[in-house]
């Protein structure tokens, strides 16, 4: 089927980075191969979490600061403070991502929201006893709620759980209410030693999660030695974290890991390098990372959405941009990933990019984001059968939407056996064709003005048109272009 559609280091100086750095026990070899804390990855992504839940920016990470300079003052050991630590980040994972939440089923049981968590604990290497913590601090897929402080019998486990008790109390009371409930609720849902810690010391604690650069307050306190993420860790930790995203709206189960794995095909289809192919896969997975910010009844509406909702929509793939962007080794892909919704023609958003700035990585995610999303059933319609979804792709490349090429590579890892030509393709109208055809036969300007009926200057102004689109400055060029794009008829 056919569709138109140098410094130099003082010697004390160097020999203490050189100590600093034989600590690190997860360092890469290569010095070439990007390395990055697992810290830094995932507290950058809590962010996404705080969108979500419309938190102060930054409570996840202050969350883990505050837990580990009370555990400090407690007398906790080196290894209840790393435990602390994760336990920390990666429970508020878990209880944020899917707070208030319908959560699936998942194999005929509820998916418990320790399950992301603690997947993510294993990619770090938490250890055993963050495993368990993280077990403890969920019932039926929910976050464990008040209980007796005798319960948590683990410090990180009872440090964690004043942290959260002050941080809800201080959204609700303020931090002289929160002091306040602290000292009723010790001995009850709170460890009382560490209840009385907390309000002694205060001013430096309040003084630790008030710091301006609380990020780097919060990379410096990891008990060392620092975690850091290899090629494969960066993959599981993507792959992890576009599930728990994805559940938190139950219409999108299984929506970025789909996007992924069709992108990743197409991009095979489409001769990507294995880097660019990578970085595709990590931007299909984290595309959506953004839309935690946007409310589930927007999402869920069947009925149209007006300007104000339609805003919010557009505002997760800015979301998604700040989160990923500060996170090095994600470089290539924040850029990639928020441009899944953008359209060629310049029409998508958020940043209204056309097809020229677009890379070819981006244009496949796009296009793999709404066929994946068509396959897929929405409030508004059923899910769409191969042929309709097809059909209903070709309608967004005729459209200007879509790059026919990254279309025709989605479709063909779908395995939907469909060819597409974009009319529109690079912004080339109907009469921009005609001059093309006309220059392909070795027409001169003239020549073209007499047969087509026009002007010689509006024939000069089509034919620097043309080359400025495409790209081109010779008729062979244009030849070219017209044979491979099937436009020579």
């Not at 920390?88 to 944020?96: Q, W």
């Not at 880097?275 to 931007?283: I, K, N, P």
Request: hydrophobic share 45%; aromatic share 4%; net charge neutral.
């Amino acid at each position: 089927m056919l569709a138109r559609s140098n410094l130099s280091l003082r010697p004390s100086e160097a020999e203490r980075l050189r100590r600093t750095a034989d600590r690190r026990e997860s360092r890469v070899a290569a010095p070439a191969t990007p390395v990055i804390r697992l810290a830094e990855l995932l507290g950058r992504l809590s962010l996404a979490f705080d969108i979500a839940n419309d938190a102060p920016y930054g409570k996840g990470v202050r969350s883990v600061v505050l837990a580990i300079e009370l555990g400090r003052r407690a007398g906790a050991t080196d290894g209840e403070l790393h435990d602390t630590f994760w336990l920390s980040l990666l429970g508020y994972l878990g209880c944020n991502g899917l707070q208030d939440e319908q959560i699936p089923l998942l194999g005929g049981r509820a998916s418990s929201a320790s399950d992301i968590p603690a997947k993510l604990a294993q990619i770090v290497v938490a250890g055993p006893n963050v495993l368990s913590a993280l077990n403890q601090l969920y019932v039926g897929g929910k976050p464990r709620t008040a209980q007796p402080a005798d319960a948590m019998q683990v410090l990180p486990l009872r440090l964690v759980r004043l942290v959260h008790f002050w941080q809800t109390s201080d959204q609700q009371h303020g931090r002289a209410g929160a002091a306040a409930l602290i000292r009723r609720n010790a001995g009850s849902e709170l460890d009382p030693r560490l209840a009385a810690v907390f309000v002694a010391e205060e001013p430096a604690l309040f003084a630790a999660i008030d710091n301006p650069r609380i990020f780097d307050r919060f990379l410096e306190i990891e008990p060392g030695p620092a975690a850091c993420a290899d090629e494969r860790s960066v993959d599981d930790v993507a792959h992890a974290l576009a599930i728990l995203a994805d559940l938190r709206c139950p219409i999108f189960f299984g929506h970025s890991t789909s996007v992924a794995g069709v992108a990743e095909r197409a991009a095979v289809q489409m001769g990507l390098n294995t880097d660019d192919a990578r970085s595709l896969r990590r931007a299909a997975l984290l595309h959506d990372i953004g839309r935690l910010g946007v409310p589930n009844s927007i999402w869920t509406r069947p009925g149209r959405l007006d300007w104000g909702e339609m805003e919010r929509v557009r505002l997760h793939a800015y979301y998604t941009e700040r989160v990923l962007s500060p996170i090095r080794v994600l470089g290539p892909v924040a850029e990639i990933a928020a441009s899944a919704h953008e359209h060629v023609d310049g029409s998508g958003y958020p940043q209204s990019r056309t097809g020229r700035s677009l890379l070819p990585a981006a244009r496949i995610l796009a296009a793999a984001d709404i066929a994946i999303a068509m396959s897929e059933p929405r409030p508004h319609r059923p899910a769409l059968n191969p042929d309709t979804l097809a059909r209903e792709l070709v309608g967004e490349v005729d459209a200007g939407h879509v790059d026919a090429a990254a279309a025709a590579a989605v479709l063909a890892s779908m395995g939907v056996k469909i060819r597409i030509v974009s009319r529109q393709a690079q912004g080339v109208s109907e009469r921009e064709l005609e001059v093309c055809r006309l220059i392909a036969r070795g027409k001169s300007n003239k020549e073209i003005a007499d047969i087509l009926g026009i002007s010689l200057r509006t024939v000069q102004n089509h034919v620097a048109h043309v080359f400025d689109k495409l790209g081109l400055h010779s008729r062979s060029g244009v030849a070219v272009w017209l044979v491979e794009n099937d436009f020579v008829q």
